[in-house]
Structures are given as structure tokens and as C-alpha cells.
């Protein structure tokens, strides 16, 4: 019966109309590829490598960082795995980084800010381990996907794929082994500009954590702005609309990666706006999986066309309310 019980989860998520979304895992460390393959995701939206620069005084070695990429590789080996760079600074601070002091580490030198600057090095030598990963790997349908964190300008993801071309090329990494280059859009420059940056790119995958601290000015985590941070707010809705409608024009696909994306009572409103890969939490995998499957596309973009005209919080969530009965 668990054989049957596997199966049956790891079927792929479609609506009654037959559109597919990807329902994919957002991985922290290696110990949570179990749970996440368990859990029928079918592929990894989000890895997370801060995990690999935590708790020690030195940088992990570009073997070290190979061994962990490859068995998050072979724990889905006919699936997209999306491996985010470091993203330093900000929330995540990693001991043997001299980081800098400042008064607003939100707003200051993060994410690929730092890969680009200060961590040029160490970005190399990420970019090296993954695209060796990804070379040595026989890969299904899936393959690995390399994905920046924090980008706010086309500059930043121009020079970011130079450093990732010309690190392919010193490898000899075939075209067909080459992953797919794409960028995290989690701030309003990025959603704001994206029918530029996509030019750039072969996916989004936007991260709402950050996009509704950074759209919403109020800090994720701050219980005192907690109803601002609500990714109902309709400012949020209308930035994720702006990235789903530059990855449409251009035929990348565009995905979720924030915790908005793991809650089931927002699946039909985000299927709705046009996004074509959710990842979250292992655990949430399931329930998204099966909102899906009650989606039907037509009430979905309808739900989606009302909620991008309301003004207010409490409109988007009567609307989502409304929707459900
Ligand atoms: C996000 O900002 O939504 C995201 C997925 O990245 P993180 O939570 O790691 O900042
Ligand atoms: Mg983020």
C-alpha cells in the first residue's frame, strides 16, 4: 500500500483542464532530500546552499560543495533541481564572511550583491562545483538549474552570466549539459523590470518572502507590521503579475519559491495569475498537489482578474474566501 500511497503522490499535479504545475520542494540541507522525495515533489524548486557555509570558519571546498550538489542530483534524477547561489547578508549571516556592519543589512550588501563584489571568488567556485555537478551527471528529463538570489538590476545578471559562461566553457561543459540560467525575482526592481531582465534569463522563480518584505516596506518576521507582510496585499499580487507577464511574453516559465507558494487556500489564485512551478516546504507538498487538482482554470483566472483589481487585503482574501464555497 505505501508503494501505491508513493505513486499515487508522485503523480504530476493538473487542473480538470489538464494544465500541469509543477509542485517542486524548497531543500535546506542534505538531510532534507529524503523528506522532500518522500513527500512526491517532483523536483526541487529551491536549494538553499546557505547550509553549506553555516557554522564553520572557513569556506566549504569546491569538492565539498560537488559531493552535496550531485546527491541532491541523483535524489531526483529525472527532475529539475533549481540551486540557488549564496545568498549572504540580509537575514543569513555566515560566520567566516566578514560582513559588513551595517545599519540596514536588509538594504545593503546581500544575495548576489556580495557574489558580484566582495565573494566574486567564492561565487567561481560555486559556479565551478555546480557546473561540474551538473557535466558529470547523467541526467533524465530533469538536470539542474542555477538560480541568483536578490537581483535588482539587468547589469548584475549580464556580468552574472558572463562569470557562469565563461566558468562552462573553462569546463568544456557541453551545451546540452549547460543548466538552465535563471534569477529569483524578491524585489520590486526585479518585478518592475522584468521584461528586461528576462531577456537574460530562462526562468523566474519568485520569492515572496522577500518580494512582500521589500514591496510591502515592512520586515518579514517583524510582528508589529505582521498585516502588512500578508501576501494577499494587492501590491504584492500586482508585482507578481508584472514577472508572470515578462516570463510569458518571452516563453520562460516562472515559478514560486516563498512560503506563498506552499498555501493550499492560495493555489487556485496563484495557477490563476500564471504560474508554472510551485516549491515549498516537503511537507506542504501533498496539500498543494492535491489543490491543484481541483482547479479549474476558467474560475482560477477569473479569481485571478478580481484579485488584481481589489484594493485592499481583506478584498483578495474574501474574493479567495468566496472562491472556496
Ligand atoms: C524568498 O525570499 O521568498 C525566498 C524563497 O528566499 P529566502 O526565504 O531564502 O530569502
Ligand atoms: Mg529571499
Redesign the pocket.
Known amino acids: 500500500a505505501s508503494d501505491d500511497d508513493h505513486e499515487r503522490r508522485e503523480a504530476p499535479a493538473t487542473t480538470t483542464d489538464g494544465t500541469s504545475i509543477e509542485v517542486a520542494a524548497n531543500v535546506g540541507t542534505v538531510a532534507d532530500l529524503e523528506p522532500a522525495v518522500e513527500s512526491g515533489a517532483d523536483g526541487i524548486g529551491l536549494l538553499r546552499t546557505e547550509f553549506l557555509f553555516l557554522d564553520r570558519s572557513t569556506p566549504p571546498t569546491e569538492d565539498e560543495q560537488y559531493r552535496a550538489y550531485r546527491r541532491a542530483l541523483e535524489a531526483f534524477p529525472d527532475d529539475r533541481v533549481v540551486v540557488r547561489t549564496l545568498?549572504a547578508g540580509g537575514d543569513k549571516r555566515i560566520d567566516f564572511l566578514e560582513l559588513p556592519d551595517e545599519e540596514n543589512p536588509f538594504l545593503g550588501e546581500r544575495g548576489v550583491r556580495r557574489s558580484l563584489g566582495p565573494d566574486a571568488s567564492l561565487f567561481e567556485t560555486q559556479l565551478r562545483a555546480l557546473l561540474r555537478a551538473a557535466r558529470d551527471f547523467e541526467r533524465g528529463e530533469g538536470g539542474l538549474s542555477v538560480m541568483l538570489?536578490?537581483v535588482t538590476t539587468v547589469e548584475e545578471v549580464r556580468t552574472a552570466r558572463e562569470t557562469f559562461s565563461s566558468v562552462a566553457a573553462a569546463l568544456d561543459v557541453d551545451d546540452a549539459d549547460r543548466p538552465e540560467f535563471g534569477v529569483?525575482v524578491?524585489t520590486p526592481a526585479a518585478a518592475l523590470l522584468a521584461d528586461a531582465i528576462v531577456d537574460h534569463v530562462e526562468f523566474f522563480s519568485i520569492?515572496t518572502?522577500?518580494l512582500t518584505q521589500y514591496v510591502m516596506a515592512a520586515e518579514r518576521g517583524n510582528g508589529r507590521v505582521e498585516p502588512l507582510t500578508d501576501d494577499r496585499q494587492p501590491a504584492v499580487l500586482r508585482a507578481i503579475q508584472a514577472t508572470v507577464e515578462a516570463a510569458e511574453s518571452e516563453d520562460v516559465w516562472v515559478g514560486m519559491c516563498g512560503e506563498m507558494a506552499g498555501d493550499p487556500d492560495l493555489t487556485p489564485l496563484l495557477v490563476g495569475l500564471g504560474i508554472d512551478e510551485l516549491s515549498m516546504s516537503p511537507v506542504a507538498v501533498p496539500r498543494v498537489k492535491q489543490a491543484v487538482t481541483d482547479v479549474r482554470d476558467a474560475d482560477a483566472r477569473a479569481l485571478a482578474e478580481r484579485a488584481l483589481a481589489a484594493s485592499t487585503s481583506d478584498e483578495v482574501a474574501q474574493l479567495i474566501e468566496a472562491y472556496r464555497s
Open positions: 545568498d538570489p536578490f529569483m524578491e520569492g518572502n522577500d
